[in-house]
Nanobody, 115 residues
């Protein structure tokens, strides 16, 4: 079993910054990638950013240039630095771990951006 613990969500004004963290623990096999997804009310869950074990990154077009994903392999932790935030970034943010085995999701952390 794998446990993902997310932290760093909260309320921020437009133009502000937040940093999300997701720490993985438990029966972790070879990690392929870790990433952040988000789901706003009434919308489907969407990819925000992903980073592979080799360090390759992928971003949603709406966050490119504003968000940065990074990871600490030794700590099995992934981070999402969110700058110049916009009200449309408001959503529940979920961490996802993809490995040589089943994928795992975190419990989600609320991010709210006020205008």
């Amino acid at each position: 079993q794998v446990r993902l613990v997310e932290s760093g969500g909260g309320l921020v004004q437009a133009g502000g910054s937040l940093r999300l963290s997701c720490a993985a623990s438990g029966s972790i096999f070879r990690i392929h990638a870790m990433g952040w997804y988000r789901q706003a009310p009434g919308k489907q869950r969407e990819l925000v950013a992903q980073i592979t074990s080799g360090g390759s990154t992928k971003y949603a077009g709406s966050v490119k240039g504003r968000f940065t994903i990074s990871r600490d392999n030794a700590k099995n932790t992934v981070y999402l630095q969110m700058n110049n935030m916009k009200p449309e970034d408001t959503a529940v943010y979920y961490c996802k771990l993809e490995q040589a085995g089943p994928d795992y999701w975190g419990q989600g952390t609320q991010v709210t951006v006020s205008s």
